[in-house]
């Protein structure tokens, strides 16, 4: 079964950092475009950073210069490392990845979530 597992959010003070990372896992034959994005209460998943098999990125414009996404492709894992964080930061994150499996029939693309982890950024 294939599964996206993501790990190291928390509570941390206004300024302070964080580094989430999601490790995909199961019968996988190769992981196209990578992700992460972000629920706050009462609003829609939105999306925050995202990166392609070859290691272009892009950048949600309320993170640009403060969050990195990077990937170790031979980990099959992604990260964000999140530097000056905001109150408004704070939301559920959740990690998205375009994978190629192996099903019976031979392979097949799906798009998988985790199943989030959640940033507290007190003020």
């Known amino acids: 079964q294939v599964q996206l597992v993501e790990s190291g959010g928390g509570l941390v003070q206004a300024g302070g950092s964080l580094r989430l990372s999601c490790v995909a896992s199961?019968?996988?034959?190769?992981?196209?475009?990578m992700g992460w994005y972000r629920q706050a209460p009462g609003k829609q998943r939105e999306v925050v950073a995202t990166?392609?098999?070859?290691?272009?990125?892009n950048y949600a414009d309320s993170v640009k210069g403060r969050f990195t996404i990077s990937r170790d492709n031979a980990k099959n894992t992604v990260y964000l490392q999140m530097n000056s964080l905001k109150p408004e930061d704070t939301a559920v994150y959740y990690c998205n990845a375009a994978l190629v499996v192996k099903i019976v029939t031979g392979l097949g693309n799906y798009i998988y979530w985790g199943q989030g982890t959640q940033v507290t950024v007190s003020s």
């Open positions: 990166i392609t098999s070859s290691g272009s990125t």
């Open positions: 199961g019968s996988i034959f190769s992981i196209n475009d």
